[in-house]
């Protein structure tokens, strides 16, 4: 065999690795990103105030927090009620890109009764399950107008 087939030879074998590599890889599509997020004295356990996923990712927020609130995803119109002493979720899928005020509308000592909303579409629903949805027009109504919002972080979703 000639050093020009050797090189020929090994450039094409290199190249079918590589393509099997790129074939079995799934680089390019949706991940599972879970996130241990803690409010703690009004701030968020997020280095940077931003937090990155790709479009089309499926996305799980673990939250807790030392005061009671409405934790509220800007733009996606999802919050969910947090306070003291548990953890509540917020899971979707990051379809819209761009950036996204995350929000926490804190409780005022009036507030009872609160309901959370983990999905967009189901604030169209019937209702079936009305202990659990609520718009985001429902949460700014029942928060109050003169309390305060604290912005805790923004999610930047990059397009795939």
């Known amino acids: 065999m000639t050093a020009r087939n050797m090189d020929s030879m090994i450039v094409s074998l290199l190249a079918a690795m590589l393509l099997l590599v790129a074939c079995s890889s799934d680089a390019g599509g949706p991940k599972d990103v879970q996130l241990e997020l803690a409010i703690q004295d009004g701030k968020m356990n997020v280095d940077t105030g931003i937090i990155r996923v790709k479009q089309g990712d499926n996305v799980t927020f673990r939250i807790t927090s030392d005061q009671a609130g409405g934790f509220h995803l800007h733009g996606y119109n999802f919050v969910v009620d947090v306070g003291p002493h548990e953890t509540k979720e917020m899971k979707f899928e990051a379809d819209a890109t761009g950036r996204f005020v995350i929000k926490l509308h804190p409780f005022g000592a009036d507030h009872s009764g609160h309901q959370d909303s983990m999905n967009k579409d189901d604030a169209t629903d ?24 604290i912005t805790l972080a ?7």
């Open 126 to 149: 019937d209702h079936e399950g009305e202990d659990t949805q609520h718009t985001e027009d429902e949460q700014e109504e029942s928060v109050g107008h003169g309390e305060e919002e």
């Open 154 to 160: 923004t999610l930047e979703v990059l397009p795939r």
